[in-house]
């Protein structure tokens, strides 16, 4: 079955920097676009914006294009979301999801989610 | 953007009765091209990622059973839970994917009475 297997929980400080990870498997990762999205503690979902490893191609929601950068290494079937200055407000669960394709673009396999801690 | 907007925002309903939450959006997500409306539901239950429940406003995913269903065109949509089960609890969501930035409904919180 399809799976998307994301990199553990970190914690950090303000102002330091992280990548985290989203690693497909059981299905070829590069004909499928990734989504990014955030959930704030015990709030609601959050898109962030998607890429597609077969290009790089990508799309971020203007709440979040500057504040983060989305990867990928298809040779590794890996996604990344990365951020160069953590702030308090990033303390979130964040999940990759992929999208389904063939115009219908619904996250139908999800991560596990990486929670994100950024606390001094 | 689009704003999605739940209502309401939680409801209690005994087992065995019928759950409806509604999802409105901000302008259509109907597609003239192919009259499609491009309204996901998901469903959260807690401590675990979103499920994919219905998409193409209607359009039950494998696996989901035939208690949920999905309604509704244009801007105005219906995710109904036909008899509501225990393992229902959870916090449901709607996205549109009309256009990005592809947004969620704040989401609606349904419990057991």
Request: glycine share 8%.
């Amino acid at each position: 079955e399809v799976q998307l297997v994301q990199s553990g929980a970190e914690v950090k400080k303000p102002g330091e920097s992280l990548r985290i990870s989203c690693k497909g498997s059981k299905y070829n990762f590069t004909n499928y676009w990734i989504a990014w999205v955030r959930q704030m503690p015990g709030k609601g979902l959050e898109w962030m914006g998607i890429i597609y490893p077969g290009d790089s191609d990508n799309r971020y929601s203007p709440s979040f294009e500057g504040q983060v950068t989305m990867s990928v290494d298809k040779s590794i079937s890996t996604a990344y979301l990365q951020w160069t200055s953590l702030k308090a407000s990033d303390t979130a669960i964040y999940y990759c999801a992929r999208l389904r394709g063939s115009g219908t673009y619904v996250s139908d396999y999800w991560g596990q989610g990486t929670l994100v801690t950024v606390s001094s | 953007d689009i704003v999605m907007t739940q209502s309401p925002d939680s409801l209690a309903v005994s087992l065995g009765e019928r759950a409806t939450i509604n999802c409105k959006s901000s302008q259509t997500v109907l597609h003239r091209s192919n009259s499609k409306n491009y309204l996901a539901w998901y469903q959260q239950k807690a401590g675990q990622p979103p499920q994919l429940l219905i998409y193409w406003a209607s359009t039950r995913e494998s696996g989901v059973p035939d208690r949920f269903s999905g309604s509704g065109s244009g801007t105005d949509f219906t995710l109904t839970i036909s008899s509501l089960q225990a393992e229902d609890v959870a916090v449901y969501y709607c996205q549109q994917y009309y256009s990005t930035p592809w947004t969620f409904g704040q989401g609606t919180k349904v419990e057991i009475k």
